[in-house]
């Protein structure tokens, strides 16, 4: 999209006049300035991803869009977690954060806060193997794509 | 040399060929007025409520193609527009305007007058435009000109800080513009053009279903060449009529709630739709589920995201209606391929006897002022040359079925939007843009309350409109709804105290008239005729429980029609 202020309230209002979900959207500035690129998860049926498809090509700031689920394509996602961490649950953590290609970033003598970098799914997967009540705040970034391969935006 | 944004501004719409400006001074916008002032060229038409300066432009833009122009100040400047900007998104019109903002440097603080105006209009309109640096002013007011104007056209709102209005920057106006963002499709995709004409021939049973996409894209000649190249049926949407001549013999009548029955008839046994800018709207196709069961469905537009939104179709087609349907004449005529003569020739058979039921033929004998006799009159009278704005309800409809067009940009009426206080400020910009033209204007007595005020913008301007009032002392179409899914419960519909619009329109400086008895109808309409450079207010005393038939009811297929 255009790198222009408001462009980010056209797609969320988009999103919400129609009526659309959005699971998740994220924005940043690209390799060009005057761009930036969002990547928006949303669901529906086939005909409702059309129209989304349709009605997101046809705001002005739009410059590409691309379904990347049609194709190969790479998600990633951050996610900060913080637990509470004492006694026997410290090394429990720990190596859940290995297994999960987690890392923890800060610590204190009651809490772990652990980040994790990986699709959705898995994201959701750690955090559904942590007790709930041992959770003490979770921040996650939103999906961000990319298509696998050689193949860009630009192509 | 160096301009100020207010100067800039005035230029840029001179160069855009801009003749009329609609608009309401304030705080914001004076250094707009002031450079207003100091030049002949763009001519700013005072209104008498912001509403009536957004109706005005987008009357002027439908009745010439053109985009319209509206100038209001911040805060209560802009939310009023916003009625009209809303309207005319709905209907796809070109349309410019631009608000007053306060300082940059106030925005955000509840400074006075101050709204966010782009947040306002951001799902109403085309695209906006929030202007920080004068040196982008000229750019993007060709940009905003070119996007109302060109694929699927709409309003574009500018937002103008007062500060920008008074700062300086060289003035250049682009002449091209290109938007990597943004690059309608115009022609259409040849091959599926040729399926498209291919299923056309092989129709037993076809139509011509075509919109106010036709008259946006200017396509009624073509419409028209195709058509009779075929000798198919053409119906058209309330956007639509004009756009193929209402008094050909091939044609239809409108189609959806308030259709003919032999239009939705016809559409509902068709075999070959053939959907022309036109977007499926539910008051067209009645309940989905039961629409046009047995057809393959053409449809050509302009904006995918019309395409399938309602009714998945077979064969979509993206780009403007001339393009197209050039294509398609060319086709068919290179072609050795014709349609089937005898399966047609039984297609007008069935057709004719639709035609039979005389679906709008109306009680004569009632001793009462019929409307539908109004609007017979208004189209005999006016040789069905005028251009007929509308406000919304029962009038709107009647003047739908009942006046005859024959050319595109003479019907003017909020469709999408269905806004009340329409008719008169339209009637304004059409008047404008067509001096010596009748403009009549079709209302009711609630819907000319809503911008009645527009009487003194008339007369100010000696714009000699004919308001034609069918006043049945009802919000009718309300009571209609009421009479037949309410039991007759006419909560709120009875329009009470009403003004005298003799008296009223006597007042503003015009002609009054009021007309009681079924036999003054045809001379009154007359008399008002020959009043060439007046405003004359047309009192109809109608009958007040008068009907829309046919009608389609809430949840019905297009053959379930209630009729008279
Ligand atoms: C009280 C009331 C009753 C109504 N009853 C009826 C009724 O009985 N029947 C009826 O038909 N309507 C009725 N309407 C109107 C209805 O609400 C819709 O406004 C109307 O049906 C839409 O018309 P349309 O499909 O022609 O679309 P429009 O709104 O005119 O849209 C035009 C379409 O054409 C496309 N287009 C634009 N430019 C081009 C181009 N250059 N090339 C190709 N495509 C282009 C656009 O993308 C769009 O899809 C009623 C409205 C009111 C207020
Ligand atoms: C601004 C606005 N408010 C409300 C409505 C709902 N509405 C549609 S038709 C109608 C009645 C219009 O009455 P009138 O102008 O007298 O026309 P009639 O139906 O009697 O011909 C109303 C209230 C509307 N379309 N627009
Ligand atoms: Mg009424």
Same mark, same amino acid.
């Given at each position: 999209m255009e790198n222009e202020a408001g462009a980010l309230s056209r797609v969320a209002g988009l999103f919400s006049a129609r009526g659309y979900n959005i699971e998740s959207l994220t924005v940043a500035p690209t390799e060009d300035p005057s761009l930036s690129r969002m990547t928006v998860v949303t669901s529906g049926s086939e005909e409702i991803i059309e129209q989304i498809t349709k009605q997101l090509n046809k705001l002005i700031d739009v410059v590409k869009l691309v379904n990347l689920s049609e194709d190969e394509h790479i998600e990633r996602e951050m996610a900060l977690i913080k637990v509470k961490a004492v006694g026997e649950a410290r090394e429990e953590y720990k190596r859940l954060a290995d297994i999960f290609n987690g890392r923890i970033i800060d610590v204190t003598e009651a809490s772990y806060t652990i980040e994790l970098t990986d699709s959705g799914d898995r994201i959701v997967e750690f955090i559904a193997a942590i007790n709930a009540d041992q959770i003490i705040e979770i921040v996650r970034s939103g999906v961000s794509g990319i298509a696998r391969g050689e193949k860009s935006l630009h192509s | 040399m160096e301009l100020t944004g207010a100067e800039i501004l005035v230029r840029s719409l001179k160069e855009e060929g801009v003749k009329h400006l609609f608009g309401y001074p304030g705080g914001a916008v004076l250094h707009i007025y002031d450079a207003l002032y100091q030049q002949e060229d763009v001519k700013h038409v005072l209104v008498r409520?912001?509403?009536?300066?957004?109706?005005?432009? =987008?009357?002027?833009?439908?009745? %010439?193609? !053109?985009?319209?122009?509206a100038l209001v100040t911040s805060g209560p400047g802009a939310t009023n527009a916003v009625t009209g900007i809303a309207t005319a998104y709905m209907d796809s019109i070109p349309m410019v305007v631009i608000t007053g903002q306060v300082f940059t440097n106030m925005i955000g603080n509840d400074a006075f007058q101050e709204v966010d105006s782009i947040g306002i209009t951001r799902p109403c309109v085309k695209h906006n435009f929030l202007v920080k640096d004068v040196a982008d002013l000229a750019e993007t007011i060709k940009k905003a000109f070119y996007i109302a104007t060109t694929g699927r056209p709409g309003p574009v709102v500018i937002d103008l800080p007062k500060d920008v209005t008074a700062a300086k920057a060289e003035f250049n106006y682009p002449k091209e513009i290109s938007m990597r963002s943004y690059n309608p499709v115009v022609e259409g995709h040849i091959g599926q053009i040729k399926r498209a004409v291919t299923m056309m021939l092989s129709a037993r049973r076809p139509i011509f279903y075509t919109g106010g996409g036709v008259v946006l894209g200017r396509g009624a000649a073509e419409l028209t060449e195709l058509a009779q190249q075929l000798n198919y049926p053409v119906t058209n949407t309330l956007m639509g009529l004009g756009a193929y001549p209402a008094t050909d013999k091939q044609f239809l009548g409108m189609l959806g709630m308030h259709g003919t029955y032999e239009a939705n008839m016809t559409m509902h046994h068709c075999d070959v739709l053939i959907a022309i800018g036109a977007r499926f709207d539910d008051r067209v196709t009645g309940n989905i589920e039961k629409f046009c069961p047995h057809a393959?469905?053409?449809?050509? =537009? $302009?904006?995918?995201?019309? &395409?399938? !939104?309602?009714?998945?179709? *077979?064969?979509?087609?993206?780009?403007?209606? #001339?393009? +197209?349907?050039?294509e398609m004449i060319a086709m068919l005529k290179e072609g050795d391929k014709k349609p089937d003569e005898q399966a047609i020739g039984d297609w007008w058979k069935q057709i004719t006897e639709w035609r039979g039921a005389d679906c709008l033929k109306? *009680?004569?004998?009632?001793?009462?002022?019929?409307?539908?006799?109004?609007?017979?009159?208004?189209?005999?009278? #006016?040789?069905?040359?005028?251009? +007929? #704005?509308s406000d919304v309800g029962q009038h709107q409809m009647w003047a739908a079925q009942y006046y005859k067009f024959d050319k595109p940009y003479r019907w003017i009426n909020s469709g999408g939007l269905g806004t009340m206080g329409f008719g008169l400020p339209a009637a304004m910009g059409v008047q404008f843009a067509h001096p010596d033209a %009748?403009?009549?204007?079709? #209302?009711?007595?609630?819907? $000319?309350?809503?911008? $009645?005020?527009?009487?003194?913008?008339?007369?100010?301007?000696?714009?000699?409109?004919? &308001?034609?009032?069918l006043n049945n002392r009802y919000l009718g179409m309300v009571r209609q709804w009421q009479e037949f899914f309410y039991d007759g419960r006419y909560a709120m519909s009875y329009m009470d105290a009403l003004p005298d619009f003799v008296k009223l329109a006597e007042s503003y400086g015009h002609v009054?008239?009021? &007309?009681?008895?079924?036999?003054?109808?045809?001379?009154?309409?007359e008399e008002a005729m020959k009043l060439k450079d007046r405003l004359v207010f047309m009192d109809f005393v109608t009958d007040s429980e008068e009907n829309v038939y046919p009608m389609i009811p809430a949840g019905a297929g297009l053959n379930e029609m209630i009729l008279v």
């Open positions: - | 409520h912001e509403q009536a300066a957004t109706h005005a432009a =987008d009357g002027y833009a439908r009745s %010439t193609g !053109k985009a319209g122009v393959k469905i053409i449809h050509v =537009d $302009i904006d995918p995201s019309s &395409i399938s !939104k309602n009714v998945k179709v *077979d064969v979509p087609i993206v780009g403007s209606v #001339t393009n +197209v349907l050039q109306y *009680d004569t004998e009632s001793g009462k002022v019929k409307p539908q006799q109004v609007i017979e009159a208004l189209y005999r009278e #006016t040789n069905g040359d005028a251009y +007929v #704005t %009748t403009v009549a204007c079709v #209302t009711g007595e609630g819907s $000319i309350q809503m911008c $009645i005020q527009e009487l003194s913008t008339c007369l100010q301007y000696s714009l000699p409109i004919k &308001i034609v009032a009054g008239m009021r &007309i009681e008895n079924p036999a003054d109808v045809d001379g009154a309409m």
